[in-house]
Structures are given as C-alpha cells and as structure tokens.
C-alpha cells in the first residue's frame, strides 16, 4: 500500500487522531520488542535504518557507507530481509539467478556493490555474512532485536522528518521517537537543499547531513525534457521533486506503492501514456530492477534515474564508523575465509 499523504502533515488530522490508539498500541509493542537482547555476530553490525515505515532514503546510504568502507580497505558485506521476496534464506543473493520476487528488489542493487545475504533468521544471515566478509551492514532492522548492531543509524528525509509524528496506522512512526532515541547511536539526515540541518545543533546525538545527488550525465540529458515518472517507492514525490529541480518538465507523476510489483500490462500501459503525451519514461534503480523482472524486453523504454548518497562531510562520517566499530584497532583487507565464521584478523587496513 501506499503511505497516506497525512502520515506526512505536520499536525495528526482528524483521522490521524482517531486512529491513534491503534498507533500507541502499535508502538507501545514495538518498544517492548527493542527492548529484548540480541545474538551478537562474529564482526561488527552496521545498521542502517529508519524510525518510520517506507523509504528515507536507506539503501543510497547503505551503498555509500559500504563503499566508503571499500575504499580504505574494508571488505562490507550486506545483510537484508528481503522484503518481497519469497525465499527465506539465508542465502547469497546472485543477480543472476535471483530476480525481485525471489529476494525482493534492494538486494539486487546491494549485490551490485559487495556481497549480499538475505535472511528472515537474521542471525543465520550475519553468521554466513561474517564468512564473506569483515563488516556487516544492515539494510533496514533498527526495530529487529534478533542481533545485537555494534553502530546503529536512523535515516531520516529532511524535508518530511517523522510527519505527524504518530505511530502505525495514525502515523508513520514504527515506535515512538523516545522509545527508539535509545537504540540510535546517529542520525543521518537527507537534506534536499544541501544545507546544514539545524538538528545537528539540537539533536542529543551526532547528526551527519548528506544529500542525494543524480547521476550527473542523465540529469543533463533530462533537463527541459518532457518526462512520466514511474515510481512505487516510499515517497514517489521526491522522485518528481528532484527532476523538476534538475529543470526537467512538464513532469507527470504515476505513483505506485512500495515494492510494487508490475505486470506487463501496466508497463505496456506507461510506454503507451509516454508516447501519447511525448514524455521521457523515467523511473527509479529498484523500480527499473522490478520492472526488468516483469517485461525484459520492454525495459529499454525507460531511463533509470540513479541517485548516490553523498555525505557534506564524508571523513568525519568515516572517523564516527571506525571508532564506534573498533576498527582503529586494525582490520585487514583480507577477510577471514576459513569458514568458522571467525571476524575480524588483526592488522591495519
């Protein structure tokens, strides 16, 4: 489904209100269940995740955490439920042999990165995770207690921050901001704007600005275009905000829900729109990965609209990842792979 448009008002409608009491049912359970004491793996755990339901902008931030960690010598390994998938796992996701119904759409990009395991049994997951590599990051899993993180991160998108600030179904707040302050180490914050946030000077713990910048090469291509926009994410709004500011338009919206799975005829549907009102298909990386899924030999139609993570301060985020894991105190770039699941070997990277 997709996220009602008042989850994201500043103040709970009349709605919001009467639903409420589900929200702090919700919540209150929650809490309680972040509260249990998880397994701990044999490295450190990277999660990234957010307080409310649908997307902040995760998986951009985990791709750009697991390469920064890349570049100086780390070898990250991603760990995913699979949110859509059917297979339980844990296994390693090959993109391939495993399409979106099989491991759910992020995955798919993850794997393009470094390696990705998917896994229901979260333990299970970070147990193989740990034989592939020195450090697991978590996509997603802040309110999953099953396995204790070494670093956890709350995504947040600063344009909308937690909306009406409820909880599910009255608002999109997982649990409540006080009960999850506990389990955040960090912030990031996404800021649309590219200017500092005043919540780092306010927030009781370290926020890290970043912003989501397109791939340079297409925004220029799509500038003063014509485009339909395709996008079954969290937020399909930010897509269109972004290519109107990139000088794209007219731009047209077609919203679908998170993870939303395509069939051909919606696909035939879209490039037939597109043609009608000669626009530009354009859509997201996890959308074009379902869409390929769907109709390979329609995906051609549409332009994928790559976005990176990109920190305003990327070495003091890394200095905040290395000391929190204990990575100043050494880890090589040669993982341990005898098997045993062993961590991390000591040596300077």
């Known amino acids: 489904m997709r996220a009602p448009s008042f989850w994201w008002q500043s103040k709970p409608t009349l709605l919001a209100r009467l639903l409420s009491p589900l929200g702090w049912l919700y ?147 997982r649990a409540p901001v006080a009960a999850q302050w506990p389990h955040t180490d960090a912030m990031i914050v996404i800021s649309h704007d590219r200017t500092p946030s005043h919540t780092s000077k306010t927030m009781p713990k370290p926020v890290f600005i970043g912003h989501l910048q397109p791939d340079p090469a297409i925004a220029d291509a799509l500038a003063g275009q014509a485009v339909l926009v395709v996008a079954g994410i969290g937020r399909p709004e930010k897509v269109l ?37 000669n626009a530009r298909l354009v859509t997201t990386s996890k959308d074009h990965v379902r869409i390929t899924a769907c109709a390979p030999d329609l995906a051609e139609h549409f332009t994928i609209l790559p976005v990176m993570f990109v920190p305003q301060n990327e070495q003091a985020l890394l200095a905040f990842i290395v000391k929190a894991c204990g990575l100043e105190k050494g880890v090589t770039a040669d993982h341990n792979s005898s098997g045993d699941g062993g961590g991390l070997d000591p040596a300077t990277p």
């Not at 991603?78 to 399409?99: E, N």
């Not at 972004?242 to 005829?265: N, S």
């Open 241 to 277: 905000q972004t290519l109107q500011h990139l000088g794209a338009g007219p731009c047209t919206l077609r919203a679908f829900a998170d993870h939303h799975p395509f069939t051909r005829q919606e696909i035939e549907n879209l490039i037939g729109e597109s043609l009608t009102i």
């Open 27 to 173: 919540g209150r359970i929650t809490a309680s269940r972040m509260g249990r004491e998880g397994r701990k793996a044999d490295c450190p755990v990277i999660c990234i995740g957010n307080w409310t339901a649908g997307g902040a902008g995760k998986t951009p931030v985990a791709l750009a955490i697991a390469a920064l960690l890349k570049q100086h010598g780390w070898h990250p390994v991603f760990l995913s439920r699979g949110y859509g998938g059917k297979l339980a796992g844990p296994l390693q996701v090959d993109p391939t042999v495993h399409g979106p119904d099989d491991c759910g759409d992020e995955p798919l990009l993850l794997a393009r990165c470094a390696p990705a395991i998917i896994a229901r049994d979260r333990v299970a997951g970070a147990r193989w995770a740990a034989r592939l590599g020195n450090i697991i990051i978590m996509d997603d899993g802040l309110q999953n207690p099953a396995l204790q993180k070494t670093l956890s991160f709350a995504v947040v998108d600063g344009t909308v921050g937690v909306g009406n600030g409820l909880c599910l179904p009255a608002g999109p707040l």
